[in-house]
C-alpha cells in the first residue's frame, strides 16, 4: 500500500484542560454534588481569556 502524499499542516495550537473533582470530606469520596455547586457559584464563572 503506497504511503499518502505529505501536506504541510498549519501550525499547531496548545490547549490546557484542568479538571477539578468535588469530594466530600472526611473521607474524601467523589461527590455526585457537582450540580449543586455549579449553581451556587453561577455569578462567579466567566468564559473566556484572562486578560492578566
Do not use: C, K, W
Amino acid at each position: 500500500m503506497p504511503l499518502a502524499d505529505f501536506h504541510r499542516s498549519d501550525p499547531f495550537t496548545l490547549g490546557i484542560e484542568l479538571e477539578l473533582q468535588v469530594v466530600n470530606p472526611p473521607g474524601y469520596d467523589l461527590s455526585q454534588d457537582a450540580s449543586t455547586l455549579i449553581a451556587d457559584v453561577q455569578h462567579e464563572l466567566t468564559v473566556g481569556r484572562s486578560q492578566t
